[in-house]
């Protein structure tokens, strides 16, 4: 019988108080956080509890629900690849929340398992339970209390990770003493497009990160979407409307349900610290010519401007 749980992390502030839950249903659930941590920290310790709980039953898959591409893409992608370096990223740097990642290394071993992105704050069942679990957690640890750590597995073993403590694993930050850094979602995965040099490699890394800005999972996800739109960032639809960044954020995250649509690139051509592409997106009932303008601004490319011109 396949065990199907909810996994989902909250931090106030981010970083801030944290707090990380996974869900089953009422009978099966549990909680916990830490004083300070980040969101990515929630999100990967909600996983590395559930399966932590559910070891005593190994020949159940798990299929885990996840609105964090971040942990989805760090667990079935790019752990192989960071392992292979030492758990070093392209450019020689820690992955971050690395001892996180190593025990959820070893715990999948011998494990059937599924990821399901769902998107998140959208009334689906059990990554809302998880959710208000999560966020009561870190809402707990801001106000000096213990949180609530639900039942665990009914019929299972005493968990193996502590429901509660007041240090979170380390970020890996660039100073040993420095503060959690904030992670958006998908971040080691922009991070490491952003890594790409010069000439047909920086054309590259922009083409990727405009089509990774389509991907319904992007569009979802606010912190992502902040991420790669310019502070300055302004787009013309094809209607005529003028949307500054705050609005194409929300924009963007209203409909991210809708499919992204068929890519088809037509020029991209770089001038010094700017990319400008071209292409055609095109899906059932529509097609539009986008022009979009990347720059590089704090020390990675910035989506800053955007046109679409629909097609007759």
Avoid at 171 to 187: I, M, R, T, V
Avoid at 231 to 258: C, K, N, P, Y
Avoid at 274 to 293: C, D, Q
């Amino acid at each position: 019988m396949t065990i199907t749980a909810a996994a989902d992390g909250s931090a106030l502030g981010n970083p801030g108080p944290a707090g990380w839950a996974w869900y089953i249903d009422d009978a099966n659930w549990r909680a916990g956080g830490w004083d300070h941590g980040t969101n990515n920290m929630g999100e990967l310790m909600a996983v590395l509890d559930l399966l932590h709980c559910t070891a005593h039953r190994p020949d159940e898959p798990l299929h885990i629900l996840c609105d964090s591409q971040y942990v989805i893409n760090s667990v079935t992608k790019w752990m192989p690849g960071w392992k292979k370096k030492g758990w070093k990223k392209k450019d020689g740097k820690p992955v971050l929340n690395v001892e996180l990642l190593k025990q959820i290394d070893a715990a999948l071993i011998g494990r059937t398992y599924e990821f399901e992105w769902v998107k998140g704050h959208a009334g689906h069942d059990l990554n809302e339970a998880a959710d208000d679990r999560a966020r009561a957690a870190a809402t707990a640890h801001q106000r000096g209390l213990a949180p609530e750590a639900g039942p665990g597995l009914a019929g299972g073993p005493a968990p193996v990770a502590a429901a509660s403590t007041t240090t979170a694993p380390a970020p890996a930050p660039a100073s040993p003493a420095g503060p959690a850094p904030a992670e958006p979602d998908l971040f080691t995965s922009f991070e490491d497009v952003q890594e790409s040099g010069t000439g047909e490699a920086k054309l590259d890394a922009v083409v990727t990160l405009e089509r990774e800005l389509l991907e319904p999972e992007v569009r979802a996800d606010a912190s992502a979407v902040s991420y790669l739109l310019h502070a300055d960032f302004r787009q013309i639809g094809s209607r005529g409307h003028v949307h500054d960044r705050d609005t194409a954020i929300s924009v963007l995250e209203e409909t991210a349900s809708a499919p992204a649509g068929t890519f088809e690139l037509l020029d991209a051509a770089a001038v010094d610290d700017a990319v400008m592409i071209t292409y055609r997106l095109s899906g059932t009932g529509y097609a539009s010519v986008v022009g979009s303008l990347w720059v590089q601004a704090e020390g990675r490319w910035r989506l800053r401007f955007r046109q679409s011109t629909p097609e007759r």
